[in-house]
């Protein structure tokens, strides 16, 4: 088999022959300008080092160097070999010892022990354990068979407000994270995902212990909650009074158009995540899956959903179809002196909720001074200080002086974590007065980021100028002239003519809750963009995956369709991630032509980029459909070109008719509709295919 050449973008499998004696583990570049160890500039460079450290010239032939040369036997390499094996041994075990057991009674002690919780065994229940984590949460964990029975948890915000229920809710969470997940066998299950949450609520502790000045972090989390739910509550009513009284699942509807368009939907322990999340997208939210009802329900409550228990709702059990992106709200050391650290209070937002538009608001948006409506009543609570430590006989301490403030503050943490550009990432951090780490700035892209995590990253191979492309297949159901429904395969090709280079958001402090809502406009158009792209192209086994990277000289390499894709559709998407919006143009063969699609038509770069580039020369093709949209803020899809609902043409006198062109409007708008319902690109293009 003969070896690749440094050329091909095929990595060698073959180790080339090295003229140094660096040891094999050191990769070989292959490029020429590097310094070879055995040339004379070399040897004179170490020669004058050597000499410019008091030396004498080294003076070294590399071709006379060897190991006896260098007192270096090969017992000696040996031992060095065993010392390596032996490091890494102990690095295995390490990460080994550190991850948490099975469920059973004893890893869970032995769980306890590593933390530092501290626990008593329950006299009053066999095989019950109490867990006291910290100074503000008792956790009761009861055993049967060896197998996890009951989880009870109690924090001190249980009983203060009806809905700061936090232990009943933060139960569940637990008791779900002690049993297998779906399809997982009972033996296999870890204590990993309970450790998790029990660390989050260890953090909550020692960051209000007194020793930290005694502020309490669920009092601090649970008043940002009680200000988000009552602006929720109130955008609810909003959303409800624009629904019809028997509009199908209202009170689900209502609850998700706040979730998407408006402030957020918060909720304490949610789904599966432990402690407070404001909840900003949902996948699909205008598909509701219902539970079948049992006989015995009855009544309009059940058709609705308000018979569903507080804190529920249905895609807790579809998380495949509604997934959900949502901001944790957790607390974290950082310095008062810094950044603005945690308050305690109920009164971030106003008893009213709204105040009339004014242009002198610096919280009113431009929407609300243009369109005359009412902005959020945000309120600035007063600072939270310690209080002062007990008088001592020992020197002053500077850490117990009152009117100091606490050396903690709020921040979200992105779940799932969010692709940005590299300009967004900069506007929100900058809106929450942080700079970006200097670590933040490496050459990472949409693709490498969100669609090939496994891979090197197309930023990393340069040529900023070069078009890149991945590709995926999928199936998908579509509906036959029949009305019968069939499997249908989808080739997907994704082109980005540049190199936009971007981040991900894992974590983002805040101060105040509004700056956390003011964001959720960008956060949703990047969810939603994520999501749809991610759902046609992200391959979860690496070796699936293929990317291309070329320079204008040079095509994508497009392979030859087997004759088992032979009936496949082609479709073509192009991609552009620079804001303030993200551009997509897809490319879908007409159902009635059998011309293949321009990625399998001519490989010259020039037919294929003419293709993919100039909506003028799409929208002449009889065989190709062709749109291109932006996403908005809050996910709003605008249709910018296309060439599948025809334009009616002017009147002779050169006026418009305003009643075609409104017909047209509505049609064209519908297109992106039916993406926004459906979120899939492969559903989306069998359904415009069958509107042509």
């Known amino acids: 088999m003969a070896t690749p050449t440094p050329s091909t973008n095929t990595p060698s499998k073959h180790l080339p022959a090295f003229s140094s004696p660096a040891p094999r583990s050191v990769p070989h570049t292959g490029n020429t300008n590097m310094l070879a160890y055995d040339s004379p500039a070399v040897l004179n460079m170490l020669n004058d080092a050597s000499a410019s450290m008091g030396g004498v010239g080294m003076g070294i032939s590399m071709s006379g160097l060897g190991m006896s040369s260098l007192g270096i036997s090969a017992s000696a390499m040996g031992r060095a070999d065993e010392a390596e094996r032996s490091r890494r041994l102990q690095n295995i075990l390490e990460v080994v010892g550190g991850k948490p057991g099975r469920v059973s009674e004893e890893g869970l002690l032995a769980l306890c022990k590593r933390l530092g919780v501290q626990v008593e065994k329950n006299t009053a229940e066999a095989h019950s354990w109490m867990l006291l984590i910290g100074d503000e949460a008792v956790c009761d964990v009861t055993f049967k068979n060896d197998e996890i029975s009951s989880v009870n948890l109690q924090t001190g915000l249980d009983g203060e407000q009806e809905s700061l229920q936090f232990g009943p809710t933060g139960s569940e969470i637990l008791v779900r994270s002690l049993k297998p997940l779906p399809g997982q066998s009972k033996i296999n299950v870890t204590l990993e995902r309970f450790a998790e949450n029990l660390d989050k609520l260890l953090s909550l502790d020692k960051l209000g212990n007194p020793q930290n000045g005694g502020v309490s972090c669920y009092n601090a989390i649970a008043g940002v909650y009680t200000s988000l739910r009552k602006l929720f509550e109130h955008e609810k009513k909003m959303a409800l009074a624009v629904l019809e009284a028997n509009t199908p699942q209202r009170s689900h509807k209502a ?228 009305g019968k429904e069939k499997e249908q395969k989808h080739n997907m090709s994704l082109y980005l003519p540049k190199i936009e280079y971007s981040r991900t958001l894992e974590s983002l402090p805040f101060s105040h809750p509004k700056q956390l809502v003011e964001i959720l406009p960008t956060l949703r158009q990047y969810a939603f963009t994520t999501s749809l792209l991610r759902n046609a192209f992200y391959e979860r086994e690496a070796k699936h995956a293929q990317v291309n990277a070329s320079n204008p000289l040079s095509p994508p390499q497009t392979p030859q369709p087997s004759k088992h894709d032979a009936n496949a559709v082609q479709i073509d998407i192009n991609l552009s991630y620079t804001p303030p919006a993200p551009r997509i143009t897809f490319y879908i063969p007409h159902p009635s032509s059998q011309t293949p699609s321009p990625s399998q038509q001519d490989n010259s770069i020039a037919n294929l980029l003419s293709n993919l580039l100039s909506p003028d020369s799409a929208s002449t093709s009889q065989t190709s459909l062709a749109i291109t949209l932006d996403i908005h803020p809050n996910a709003e899809i605008a249709i910018q070109d296309q060439n599948i609902v025809p334009i009616p043409a002017a009147k002779e006198d050169g006026d418009v008719d305003m009643d075609a062109a409104e017909r047209v409007d509505a049609r064209v708008k519908r297109l992106g509709k039916g993406l926004e319902v459906v979120g899939d690109v492969g559903v989306w293009g069998e359904w415009i295919r069958g509107q042509v």
């Open 255 to 482: 609850e998700r158009e706040v979730l998407c368009k408006k402030s957020g939907r918060p909720r304490l322990n949610g789904g599966s995540c432990l402690g407070l999340s404001l909840e900003y997208w949902m996948d699909r939210r205008h598909i509701i899956h219902r539970k079948p009802s049992k006989e015995n329900d009855k009544g309009k409550g059940k058709e609705d959903g308000s018979s569903q228990p507080i804190g529920t709702y249905p895609e807790d059990d579809d998380p495949e179809t509604n997934r959900l992106y949502s901001l944790t709200i957790e607390c974290e050391s950082s310095p008062s002196t810094l950044y603005n650290p945690i308050r305690i209070s109920n009164e971030w937002i106003s008893d009213k909720i709204e105040k009339p538009t004014d242009a002198s608001d610096a919280n009113a948006t431009i929407d609300n001074i243009l369109l005359d409506t009412p902005s959020i009543d945000w309120q600035d609570p007063k600072p939270t200080y310690l209080e002062p430590a007990a008088p001592t006989e020992e020197t002053m301490d500077l850490n117990s002086t009152p009117g100091r403030l606490p050396n903690i503050r709020f921040v979200a943490k992105f779940n799932p974590p969010l692709v940005v550009p590299f300009a967004v990432h900069m506007q929100l951090y900058q809106s929450v007065g942080i700079e970006p780490r200097p670590e933040d700035f490496r050459p990472t892209t949409f693709v490498g980021l969100a669609l090939r995590p496994g891979e090197i990253d197309p930023g990393m191979m340069g040529a900023a100028e070069s078009t890149h492309e991945i590709r995926s297949s999928r199936s998908v159901l579509s509906i036959d002239a029949d």
